[in-house]
């Protein structure tokens, strides 16, 4: 089987990216989808099941450090089970690509797997700042590329779009970078590119991965030229100085009033905002007979109709997460 590594850091976009590969592929191969989401509470799950592939979740912890013989007994159970020709695994966003390559790449997986395609996405709105904060862990990220997808070029100046390409290629000269909006991707393209990238071919990870990286254009910040090191930095391993943590509540047989669910998200973004420092907020709320997705990320807020049924939910990542204030200011969002 072939599995498909998307990782990236909250908010990055992996789930979309995810639902279009879906779209493509669900139709022509078996396909299971492995989702491990920060926090108690999951959306990312709901928003993938019917989209073409059978959905595994493994919720509140994070396969790369927590989770790992799970993960492992779970990849095990799908090929023994459901025998895919290809698996998706959606990481937590604060996941790095090492301890995770380490484990599908492990000596029993040898017969199962044919071939790993890791895909990296970062938004680079954040993607910036995440640089700036996390130097090590991005460089580290990087250099394990060997192909890169430039994804939301349509948000920012082509200037700045070019700057990151370059920025990318100076960490790692050996990718190619493909640009791309929405996360949509010519398929024919990118199937060749990742066949001509360096280490691809039949079992060809077992030196050397793929990797893709959907970014998008950010500021000036300069990348350094590639370096000796690559050293495994972890967010979990700084839990402390990063102070992550999640709130989640699900919400069963409410209908929720919309104009004060889009107050309640943009008060999310508001720098001085009294329920905490929001790094991503995702919900899936019903209105009447109806559900919407509302999503904060980047500080940027979007909305969009779904088709669901059953409860509501939202999951909310940051630091200094007032959950009283939080939890008050939805009740206040029920008419």
Known sequence: MIVDI?????GSGKTTFIIRALEKWGTEEKIVVLVNEFGDVGIDGDLLTGRGGDVVEMPSGCICCTLQTDF???????SRTINPERVIVEPTGVATIAQIRSIVEAQLFEDTIEHINNIFIADATGFMDLYKANRHFVESQVR?????????CDRVEKRKAMVIQGAILAINPEMTVLMTEFGAVDWAEYQFALSTAPGSGQNAWKKHSNITIITEAGDDTQFPHNESHDSHIHLHENEDALGYESFGRVYDDISFDRGALEDFFQQLTAAQSQMGEIVRAKGVFRIGDKYILMELASTEFSSQPINRSGESKISIIGRGLDRERITAALERCVP
């Open 6 to 10: 998307v990782f990236g850091f909250l």
């Open 72 to 78: 492992r007994s779970q990849m095990l159970e799908i």
């Open 144 to 152: 394990n590329a060997r192909l890169a997808l430039l994804n939301k």
